[in-house]
């Protein structure tokens, strides 16, 4: 397909900022906050530590996880979505995997600052966003993988590398299960990033779960699969004698039932809708979760 842009030897700047998805940042950006908060313990004289695990669950690993997906995913978004910065010629040549490479070796740098459990979980991210988008592993190609490793490193791992940084290690085991729970869900929450990129995912052999299920089942699964763990969250809130946090996630998710019968009248239509609605009562379920574990125990 001819370029779109004029040829260029270097990249657009707002072309290159649009590569690495500004938009896309929040989620483990707020996932690393949560995880201070569901530490248990005081920021004070750490906020250094907070403040530089949230950029670099955001704008560095997820930045980077984004520009490696768009350079792997080029010749999907040809079709998808020609006018993208890669295939338009807004970002040149191989400018768009010099960017991902760059941001990863960043990313690696600012994660050694953070002791060893903020190294740790930044080479795990870094290793999944490649594993997720590069052949040979290309995780995204499954219906299961894909969605489950993004859910697991924009919600659990960001969670738990909070609390871990901020309590200078291993966090208690009601972080561990609650981290896990929201990063399950999210898999859901990943399978409707699939639905605008069905048609080129067909043609490219990528078995997506719209194009594996078709679109009205896999927004009826993905609906499941985000509730199935906040039902668990909210009966561990009652078990654990947490009941006004537990009535707070059940309120926030009566709500995201509200959300989901708008978005199974029309998956294809309102899963972008759905992602800006029905995400930010997730996150918020994810919030009051944190406030509820952390004065229910010490490290493990």
């Avoid at 978005?263 to 979760?289: C, E, H, Q």
Wanted: proline share 8%; glycine share 12%.
């Amino acid at each position: 397909m001819a370029s779109t842009f004029p040829p260029r030897r270097y990249p657009s700047p707002l072309a290159a900022l649009k590569l690495i998805k500004p938009v896309t940042w929040f989620p483990p950006m707020l996932a690393y906050a949560i995880g201070c908060v569901s530490a248990g313990v005081s920021p004070s004289g750490q906020w250094g530590m907070v403040i530089l695990g949230v950029l670099l669950a955001g704008p560095i690993v997820c930045g980077m996880s984004q520009a490696a997906n768009d350079w792997c995913d080029r010749h999907v978004d040809a079709i998808n979505e020609p006018n993208r910065g890669i295939p338009s010629g807004a970002i040149p040549g191989r400018w768009g995997l010099g960017i991902a490479w760059g941001m990863t070796i960043v990313a690696l740098i600012l994660g050694w600052q953070l002791g060893p459990w903020g190294f740790g979980a930044t080479l795990v991210g870094v290793a999944a966003a490649w594993a997720y988008s590069a052949e040979p592993i290309r995780l995204k190609r499954s219906w299961f993988w894909g969605p489950g490793v993004c859910g697991l490193c924009y919600e659990g791992l960001p969670w738990f590398t909070g609390a871990a940084v901020l309590s200078a290690g291993a966090p208690s085991i009601y972080v561990v299960i609650a981290a896990l729970l929201y990063s399950f869900g999210a898999h859901g929450i990943m399978t409707l990033n699939d639905f605008k990129a069905l048609e080129g995912d067909r043609q490219m052999g990528l078995r997506s779960l719209p194009v594996v299920a078709g679109p009205e089942r896999a927004a009826k699964i993905a609906c499941a699969v985000m509730a199935a763990p906040q039902i668990a969250m909210i009966a561990l809130l009652f078990t654990w004698d947490r009941p006004f946090h537990a009535l707070g996630v059940l309120a926030v998710l009566c709500l995201q039932g509200l959300a989901m019968r708008k978005l199974l009248r029309d998956p294809k239509k309102f899963a972008p809708w759905y992602n800006g609605t029905g995400v930010l009562l997730y996150v918020s379920g994810m919030l009051i979760t944190a406030f509820a574990i952390r004065t229910l125990g010490g490290l493990s």
